[in-house]
Structures are given as C-alpha cells and as structure tokens.
C-alpha cells in the first residue's frame, strides 16, 4: 500500500537512479551514447542492462511497525523504502541495477512539520533507530544509506520533502528564510517574482535541498570567491534530538565561534536544517563569457590562477582538459578549454572580461572569435555558451547512468589543493587514478577538469570511464578509488571539495581531520544527540 | 628584578595605556585637545590626571612561586605583571590611571616555544590556575584579564611575543605560515620583500597579534567582501592543554564541519594558537579613493547599501555622520560623509569607482572634486585621504587615552544589523545610547560611522564622548553600556561585530548565543581543556 502522503510527490522519483520515473534518456540518446563510448574505449560488445522492477528487489522485511501515533507520518512502503536506500553515486546505481536493496531503511518518515520531525526523533531514540536525514537524496558519498551498526534496531530515512516553501523574503537585505526540503527548481520559482536569486547550482541542482547543500557544504555555480553555500547563510534552524536550535541573523558577528559554522557540513549527524536564511542575489542583467584555448592543462591552470589572484571574481572559471572538453562536445581532444564567464545585475563587464583574456593570453589561450564583451539579457534569457554547458553539466547524472547501465565503471571524485603543489598533485592523481583504472578494467578513460577556483589552490575534479567487468562493480570502482584517494592524500589534497563525507570517505576523513578535532567535534554531537541516533556512521 | 627575558622588548609598552611608555600625545597635542573637547562639551574645568607610577599601584603578592623547571617562562615582575593586567578598553584606562591593578595575573610567561608552552599549560593544570593567552593585549572586552573565580589558585598571563616569525612563504599561492604573537608592523615588514602583504588593518594594528586576530574574529582593512580576519585563513595550529592541534592547509574543502573555524574566535578558551597559515595579497599597485557628501546618515547609508549590493567590492565604504566627520576633521558636522576606496595589484579601477560615484550620486551624493580617479601608486606610496584617514584612525586610541586623563568619559562599541532593520535599530540605538549618557554625564556627544559593510546588511560603529563625575567613571561607562546593548539585542543587533565577547559582553552574549550552541561549545571545549583553565570566563 502506497502512504497518501508519498503519493504527493508526482512524477515519481526512479526508486534506482537519477532524477524521476519518466526521466533519463531516450532509446536513440542510450544508443548514440553506446556508439561513441564503445569507439573511445574500443569495446565493441556493449549489453544494456535492463532498468530493476520494484517487484523484483531484495527488500528485507522491515524490522519494528510504525507506532499508531507515527502511522501518518513513517511510511514502510515498499517504493518509498527502496527509493531513499542510496543515494546517487556510481556505487548506488550499482546496486540498484543489481536490485540489491538490502540495506534499506525500515521505514520512511514523512514529517509536515516540526512537530511531527521532534516527535519522529523521539521515536527514534526510545526505539535506538538510526536516523537519517534525506533532502533530495543526491548524496555520492553514502550520505543517506542505513549502512548501520548492530546497535541499532533499525533505521528510519526522513525525507523533508514536505518543508518546501519560501516562508519570508526581504528584499532590502536580499535574503529569505527557506525551509530545507526545498529544492532548488521550486525554491529559484518562489524567488523569481521578487527579482532574487540564491543562484546555487550544484550539478544536482534538480534533486537536492538547500537543507542537504548545508549539511554537505555544497559547491555551486561560483567558481571564483563564494564557491561554497556556506558563504551564503544567514542563520540556519536546526532539530535536534536535544531540542532545537536557532542561530540568530546577521550580516556578520564576532560573538564567539560562529554558531551556523557547526552545521555546515555536519552531513545529518548533529541534527536535521529545517530552515536557514540564506544570502542572495539580484538576478544578473548582464553577462559575459568566453572561451580560451591551451596548448595543455598546465597553462590553462597557470591562467586561471592568475585571473583569480587578480581579484578579476569571474562567475565562471572552469578549466577543461583535452579528454573533458572532447566528452562534453566541446572540442576535438587536443587542447584545454577555459570557460570564463562574469554576470552582474548592476553593471556591464567588459573591463574585467578584457583583463582575464588578457591575462590568458598571456599564457597562450588562444580566445574564441567573438566572445567575450558584454551582453545585456532579458529576465530569464541564457547566453549560448553558458546555456549549453548548463544543460550538459544538469545532464550528467542521466548520462552517467545510461553508461552504468551499458556495464560501464563511470564516476567522478574531487579535491582542492594549494598553487605550490598543483602540478605535482594533478600529475599523480590522476597518473594513480589511471594505472589503477586500467589495472582493474583493462583500459580507461581519466579526464580532468577544474571545477572552483580560489587565489591560493584549486579544485581539481576527475571522471573516469572504463569498461567493468561483468560482476563485481562495486568492488572494482573502489579499487580504482582507494588508490586515487591515496594519492590525493599523499600529495597534500583535501578528501573532498564539495561532495561531503559520508560513509564513503569516512576512513580517508580520519586520516585528514585532526584527532584533537574529531574529539571536539564528538563531544559537540553529544552534547546535541546524546544517544548517537543521528545518521550514525557519517562524520563521527 | 626584571626578568631578561622581558627586558627583549624596547621601546617598553605603557603598562596602563596604549602604545609605548614613550608614546601617546605630547603636552601641546594633549593642549589642543583639552580645548576642542572642552568646548565641545561646554566644559570649562579639565584638569589633567598625571599618569601612574609604577611603584605606586596596588599590585596584589603572587599566590604562587614559579617552580625551578620554569623560572627561565615565568615572570613575577613587578612590571610585567602590571603591564599584563588588563587589555585597552575605557574601563582598563581608567583603571590603570587610578592604580588599581588588584586583578593582576600571578605570573606572566613568555614561552619561547611551543615544548616551554605545554610546560605552563601543563604547570597551570597540574596547580588549578587560569591560563590567559595574551598576543598584543589589546582587548577592548576584558579579553585578556584575569578575572577569574575561586576555584582557580591564581592566573597565568602567557605572553606571545617570541612567537614572532614568519615561518614559511609560499608566494606561487600567495600563503605564509606565520606564527601567533607576531604584532601586525613586524609581520607586515617580514612580507614587504615577497611583494605581499596580509592587508589585516584594524585599529589596533601596531599593537595587537596575528593569534590574537584569530581568536577574536577581528575586522580589519576591507569594508566590504572580506571583513573578518577569517577569510584569510587556511590553517591554524594551537595548543591546547589536551595536545596539539593542527589542520591541513587547504584553499577550500567540503570534509565536515571546517576545523579552523571552531578556532575563530575562541577567544583563548580552547587553547593557544600558536601558527597560521594565511592567505595574502599582493600589494596594490593602483588605487582609486572619493568622498561623498550627503544629507543625513541615511541617504548615505542607501548609497552604501547599493554599492556593495552591486558588487563594486570596495576596500573603503565607510561612512561617517555629521559628528564623527567633525570628530576627525573631515567636515563641519553637518553632512554625513561616504569614503569609498577602490584597491589593486593588478588593473585600473575607474569603472568600478565611477559606478560607484553614480550610485552615491543617485541618494543626493555631492561628490568631492579630484577625487576618484585611479592612480598608480610606487611601492609603499599610499594617497592622501586614505593616509590622512589611516594615519588618524591608528592615532585613535592615543586620543582616548588622552581623553581619559581628562576626566571623559570616552568609549566605542559596534554591532552589525541587517538593511531591513537598519534605520529603526540605528535611531534605537543613538537615542538609547545618548539618553543614558545624558542621563549619567548631564552632556555627550554620540557619533556613530558604518565600519563595515554587506550586501545583507552593515556594521555601525558608536563613539561617545562624556564628561565623567571624578570616581566611578567605570560604572557611569557601564550604565551607558547596558543601555546600549539593550537596545542592539531589543533592535535585532549582534552584541559584537568584531570587538569579541571576552568577560565584558559575557551577559549579553550569553542572551544571544543559542542555548544549545553552549552546550555543543562547552563540550568541544571539555574535550580540548578538560580542567577549564583556559581563559576561563570568557564565552562559557
């Protein structure tokens, strides 16, 4: 039996893979997109994999009932529990392919409101269920899989799909207070009309909440200066087991260790956002945007560091190299791509487009026959450029499962490191990254792109496409992970820039993180969640 | 007897005022200033207090001895102690001229390094006594006495003045690794050859630290984009009496809650702050500065929103009021006045500076003429307003001194509000703030200036000048000050934007900070000081 409260939610979400039921790409795109992979790796036998039945899956039965005063509220539907078992990653698809939904949630609360979240919470804790906060469910990192220890009696996914509103807008400041279940389609609608914008576009944009951009520390449309959300918050609302907590809403504050500060990134294991004021921005009237070609990756980087420790704060300053750019159409394999772009709502842009095309060329970029001067757009017009690699960019979660489904091993990992160590640290990612993908897969496809920018380092961002063997997926993509990870590590990297931490990245994490903070951190979690129910296994 | 290692330092600092023993105003300065003040007030006896000697000052006897292992650290100098009792605010002035230093530490360490620091944290563990990390001793909050409760065997000021080396420069990701007590002169001076600078001016500059920047949260030279001493850094190490805590330098991450941050502003409760890592900039080679007259602080306060609502980013965008503009020689008192700053190492400014001006323009804004143009300045060459400007804003806290000695009532307070709430809270707070001081001194000037500002929002600056009734100047100043602080937290004002909470604003912070938060804090806390003798009294 459906829960009335699920049905809400139309089309329906895939239960297995990206974005909804009636989603993804059509036959001519799957077959299209099979010719070209097969060509690039030489693999010429290419089996699509049926899409799983729902009736098919391995669901295990759910370990307790719903108490009569949760019934409308915990759903232990049979699609909504095989649909917030994983999140998105390669590793999800996988096992959803697979119909492997073993390590499903026991139930699936669906809270309308703070009242209904605490008394969930309480449930949970009387009950020692894990619970674990789910916004749109894209995490890549194990974030919002119920992979939980014996000491708990089972879990319970809490989907905050019914905290979806605007609930006040100022515009003086330019700020709002959203709810955060919202995602980020409905949440830039309910702005649209006052002429604001958070302007936050995460590759997931579609099916992601501003709650879980907080709580993942989310890398979004900046590339330059405001890179993450968490420049973006005001003030977050944050339920915990232990009651809730307010910050308060400043434009700045000295008072102490800024409070807001805990939460972003605290990935659900601290409590859930249901609301924040967030920062934003007038929609732009003016854009510029251009593309510069290099000989190769290095003097792309040397441009782009240039042009961000200039202060020149492009919007846009994504550096493609060869393999990426040839994969996203954008050119024919030989040299790497610098897409710059500057947008304003105020003023025209010319002077600070001229300067970083200056500054590339400088480096060898050779710039695209006319791009770059300002154009003023009408409310809600795209340029070209931007515009295609904005649909591109929002597609690449259905291409990737297309290509998981073709038996592909297909997925991406980030970092950010420091200018003094980049060449170095580029070189042996993503030489590791590639020996261990073709020892596993026989031969494979590593591209690179830099996705942020800042004055000191750069966020490096890697794909990797290789044919998978025929069982066993999961553990082959892992191989080819640890030895990245390990070489990320190694060379003085980040374990992640924008994608969190989850179960995934929990051993490399610990490596990072400083033992004294973990302590300190754990001692804040306990003084929030003093019986450990919240989405235990992330972070701590 | 002095101990030699406190005698390193010369010129000595004022043990009761700001600066240097033979700095402040000289007697025809302090001449001139008796009689503008006088005549500001309508006051016509001012008689000059003489300064305090040392050998006259009530200094308790230690409570305890240094112990053999650490009498190299530990300084019970007369001097030493006297100099290290309080930080810089009126209430430490006054104080200091009435030679009450009853709340002097017991002992001053001077720690040459990070094993002599785990030594007197450990000594200060081991005999229950407060350890008060001290970098410039600049606190205008009480950040740095030893008001400590009676649990504690007596107090320990750990002076920071041999942490004072840059340690490492990487200059490909314009960073240095610099340690905690390096005051800002010396630490600008170690960067001038690399052609870098931190660009961290706050008032206190010449006489406050690196560490002490940190763990206050403090503002500094830019008005708008980047306020806080925060952006700028990528990694701290501190020593906390649970071990050494450090974390990994990177240009961003998205691994958990950021590490570093639980360190801004943490006042010294949570340890020692002993290293950073710090994003520089290089030095400006072109600026641009204006001034704007306009009719009363709002307009004024209109056009600023707009500026850093449309992204100009300007280093200066502060804003004075017909007082503070008569208070620094920068106008008749009529018109409240705009300066606005554009800086860069690498490319002209006047687009940005004309939209600027236009925007000013548009809220009735009579631009000065000659002014805004950019101009190309020589290494170390600085222009004329913004000299003038810096030159007198860094002599500020000589003139309070000299005010002191002559009886005023004189002391400063900020906050930060957003735009929505900004006219109702600046009128609420002026007229709070003007009734109590009319009410304690029978006449005050109040002035007030935007310091910083935000597209969200801006951070106003208060001064007030008083004449004081000859004793109990500190509780006249206090009944101003809750007053005022009433009114910021009734009008929806942070109790400190960058002045940071020490003993002083403790009520008050206490009001603000979520409850929960102090739980979450107090733990962290527990897990790095789990006898709670760092700074205690201080945020928890």
Chains 1, 2 share one sequence.
């Not at 949760?70 to 917030?84: C, F, I, K, T």
């Not at 980020?184 to 002429?195: F, I, K, S, T």
Request: hydrophobic content about 40%.
């Amino acid at each position: 039996m459906t829960s009335p409260r699920s049905a809400e939610s139309t089309p329906r979400r895939s239960f297995w893979g990206w974005g909804n039921e009636d989603g993804g790409l059509d036959e001519a795109e799957r077959e299209a997109l099979k010719m070209m992979m097969g060509a690039r790796l030489g693999v010429t036998e290419l089996t699509e994999l049926a899409i799983p039945r729902l009736e098919d899956v391995r669901l295990p039965e759910p370990r307790f009932a719903a108490p009569s005063s949760l019934v409308a509220v915990l759903s232990q539907d049979r699609y909504e529990r095989a649909a917030h078992t994983y999140g998105k990653a390669f590793r999800d698809i996988v096992r959803g392919l697979e119909g492997d939904f073993t390590s499903a949630p026991d139930a699936v609360a669906l809270p309308k409101d703070e009242e209904e979240l605490r008394r969930v919470l309480a449930f949970c804790e009387e009950r020692s269920l894990a619970a674990i906060p789910y916004g749109g469910g894209s995490s890549v990192v194990g974030g919002v899989e119920a992979r939980v220890d014996g000491r708990f009696g089972g879990a319970v996914s809490i989907d905050l799909r019914f905290f979806n509103r605007v609930l006040e807008v100022d515009v003086t400041s330019r700020a709002a207070r959203i709810q955060g279940g919202m995602l980020g389609p409905a949440l830039e609608e309910a702005l649209r009309p006052h002429g604001l914008s958070l302007r936050h576009y995460p590759q997931s944009f579609e099916f992601s909440s501003l709650g879980g951009w907080i709580a993942t520390r989310a890398g979004g449309h900046y590339a330059t200066l405001h890179t993450h959300i968490d420049d973006f918050v005001e003030s977050v609302r944050v339920v915990t087991p232990s009651g809730v907590l307010a910050t308060r809403r400043f434009p700045g504050s000295g008072a102490g260790p800024a409070p807001e500060r805990l939460f972003l990134g605290s990935e659900g294991a601290l409590g859930v956002i249901t609301e924040a004021w967030m920062r934003l921005q007038q929609r732009p009237r003016f854009r510029a945007s251009a593309t510069a070609r290099f000989v190769d990756f290095r003097h792309g980087a040397e441009a782009a560091r240039q042009i961000v420790q200039a202060g020149l704060h492009p919007q846009n300053c994504r550096l493609l190299d060869g393999g990426e750019a040839l994969n996203t159409g954008a050119g024919d394999g030989s040299r790497s791509l610098l897409l710059l772009g500057f947008e304003s709502a105020d003023h025209g842009l010319d002077a600070a487009m001229e300067r970083a095309l200056s500054i590339a060329r400088g480096f060898g970029g050779e710039v695209k026959e006319g791009t770059g001067s300002t154009r003023e757009t009408g409310e809600g017009a795209r340029d070209g450029d931007a515009g295609t690699w904005r649909t591109m960019f929002l597609k690449g979660p259905y291409l990737r499962d297309a290509l998981t489904r073709l038996g592909m091993i297909v997925e991406t990992f980030e970092t950010a490191v420091t200018w003094d160590r980049f060449e170095a640290f580029h070189a042996a990612v993503l030489d590791a990254t590639t020996r261990a993908a073709t020892e596993v897969a026989g031969t494979a496809v590593v591209t690179s792109r830099l996705t942020h920018v800042y004055p000191d380092g750069a966020a490096p961002y890697f794909t990797v496409i290789a044919p998978g063997k025929a069982s066993g997926r999961v553990a082959q993509w892992d191989e080819i992970k640890i030895a990245a990870t390990e070489a990320i590590l190694a060379h003085g990297g980040t374990v992640t820039h924008h994608h969190a931490v989850g179960r995934d990245h929990r051993p490399f994490y610990d490596r990072e993180r400083p033992d004294l903070f973990a302590s300190a951190l754990g001692a804040a979690k306990t003084a929030l969640d003093p019986r450990g129910i919240m989405n235990p296994g992330v972070l701590l």
